[in-house]
């Protein structure tokens, strides 16, 4: 079980329903992005440890414990651990503001509910999902022919530092809902809610064994599980660069894999665009969790004719931000995940000044007192970006906006899908039909008019393009989880009766 030390917390692995050491005996240590400070010591699983959650999870799959029970039994204890998230929400909060550096202002509004949300929504499709689909008459001869959806078995779900616990939330509720065992591996930084989610399903009243979680390096754990010959299929959201590694690695045995990946998502502002309302979107576009969303609304496309209005605007909004203690709630921006997150922001800000792009606001390493031993980051503002520009073709992963001037639509629709990425993309426009127009044009998996980070656990999610395939979250979200079997029953009793007797004797 978990256990508060006096310093830092101690969180071992969970595996078959159980707080399970490490068997090494190895542990890593997690820090407070706002400070610095050490705040847990986790187990540190190694490919062993990877073996027995696997073989935890197969096991409770083949024996039937979950994936047999009816799908109104599985509602039930799915909404039992919803409610179990919301009663621990102070203490879930809590662990995921002191490793991922959200703010509690957020986690508390936000992430909570949202994960619970998650979890009921998946409950109420799995009661509603067609599982057996009764094709017409026989062809040829007469047949009763079904279609079944069935679990998939063992999932592999490999999670981000950003949001730990509703990402993992996305992979879980509906992988559960369709009956299948999970394994999640979260991010290094941040597995602390992940561990205390396994604890809280377990008293739901989900079997031992059917949620599991390993906590360890990406490139030993991780690939141990995407190449296991008894994991079915990997679920993952991270970078680019990792999606492409899961693919080629998980192509060994053939796996089904759905990649969540990055983005570098476009917000047109259109001449008639409300202001009023514009600029605090933008900003809440790329500010949301110090940038650090992979849906994030860091390339802003705006008009020549409002141009210097709407750079004038960011900037004095950019400036009503609080920055600072993360447990605080009026604050609304915290740090950077880690001091290598922070080099790399610091990075493409140069890059970006090198290159000839305007800074109009922020571009610093925050270190006023009381932030000075967190990886903080000023909310920064380029103006004058070309699109060909590094700022506006990689994701930076920092709350750093590259502000870009077009003269016409088509330009602002051409510039909008110049990026190998399609995760999300926005218009900001009175004219509601005009939005929804340009929104056909663009090659982006949500659009968003006149809002951002509006994401609904009835609303399917993922990318375009390089942002990866599958959709997360929505009805569609349980295909993903399931498989199809087409069972034919002949009802033709005489052999010669049947239309292939004929074809060989
Ligand atoms: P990352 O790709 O470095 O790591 C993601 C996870 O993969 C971690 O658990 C990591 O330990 C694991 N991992 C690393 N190497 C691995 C390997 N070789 N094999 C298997 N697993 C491995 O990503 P990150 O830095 O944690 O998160 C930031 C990235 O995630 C950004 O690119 C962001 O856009 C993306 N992201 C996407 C979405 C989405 O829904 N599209 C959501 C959040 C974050």
């Known amino acids: 079980m978990a256990a508060n030390t006096q310093q830092a917390l101690d969180f071992q692995l969970y595996i078959n329903g159980e707080w399970t050491p490490a068997r090494s005996g190895e542990t890593f240590d997690v820090f407070n992005p706002a400070n610095g400070e050490r705040v847990a010591r986790v187990a540190k699983a190694g490919s062993s440890d990877v073996d027995a959650a696997i073989a935890a999870a197969r096991q409770t799959f083949d024996s039937g414990v979950w994936s047999r029970r009816t799908p109104q039994e599985r509602a039930a204890v799915l909404n039992q651990f919803a409610r179990k998230i919301v009663e621990n929400a102070q203490e879930l909060g809590y662990l995921e503001v002191i490793s991922s550096g959200a703010t509690i202002r957020r986690v508390s509004s936000m992430d909570i509910m949202g994960s619970a ?83 809280l399903a377990t008293e739901a009243g989900i079997p031992p064994g059917v949620f599991n979680v390993v906590a360890g390096p990406g490139a030993s754990i991780g690939e141990a599980l995407v190449k296991d010959p008894r994991v079915d299929k990997v679920a993952f959201t991270g970078s680019t660069e990792v999606g492409q590694r899961i693919m080629e690695l998980a192509s060994g045995t053939v796996k089904r894999v759905t990649l969540e990946l990055g983005g570098k998502s476009p917000a047109i ?153 399609g995760l999300a993309a926005g218009v900001w426009s009175c004219d509601v039909n005009q939005a929804l127009k340009i929104s056909r044009e663009l090659k982006a998996g949500t659009v968003w008019i006149n809002d951002w980070h509006a994401i609904r656990p009835d609303a399917p999610f993922g990318g375009y393009k390089q942002s990866g395939f599958g959709r997360e979250l929505g009805r569609q979200s349980l295909d993903e989880y399931s498989q199809v079997k087409h069972v034919h029953v002949s009802l033709t009793p005489e052999l010669r009766q049947r239309p292939w007797a004929s074809s060989l004797f």
């Not at 009381?370 to 520009?389: C, Q, S, W």
């Open 117 to 199: 949300f998650v979890m009921q929504q998946s409950a109420g499709f799995a009661l509603e999902y067609c599982y057996v689909n009764h094709l017409g008459p026989g062809i040829g001869a007469p047949s009763n022919n079904q279609v079944w959806r069935e679990p998939l078995g063992v999932v592999a779900a490999i999670t981000p530092w950003n949001f730990p616990m509703i990402l993992a939330m996305w992979k879980l509720a509906p992988a559960l809902a369709m009956g299948n065992s999970v394994v999640v591996k979260p991010a290094t930084y941040t597995p602390l809610s992940t561990l205390k989610l396994a604890q």
């Open 269 to 421: 502002v259109l001449p008639d665009a409300d202001l009023e309302l514009t600029i605090p979107g933008l900003l809440y576009g790329f500010c949301l969790h110090t940038g650090q969303v992979c849906q994030s609304g860091t390339r802003i496309l705006v008009h020549d004719s409002m141009y210097d209005q709407v750079l004038e605007g960011m900037s004095q909004m950019a400036a009503k931000i609080k920055i600072g203690n993360t447990l605080d709630p009026s604050t609304g921006m915290g740090p950077l995940v880690s001091n290598q997150q922070l080099d790399t922001v610091l990075g493409y800000i140069q890059s970006g000044l090198d290159e000839g792009a305007r800074l109009v606001y922020g571009g610093k390493r925050i270190t006023d007192s009381g932030l000075d031993k967190g990886h903080y980051v000023e909310p920064t503002i380029f103006a004058d970006v070309r699109n060909d520009m590094k700022i506006a073709q990689e994701e930076i992963f920092g709350p750093v906006a590259s502000v870009i001037r077009y003269s016409s639509v088509e330009e602002a629709i051409e510039i909008a899908n110049d990026t190998i990425y």
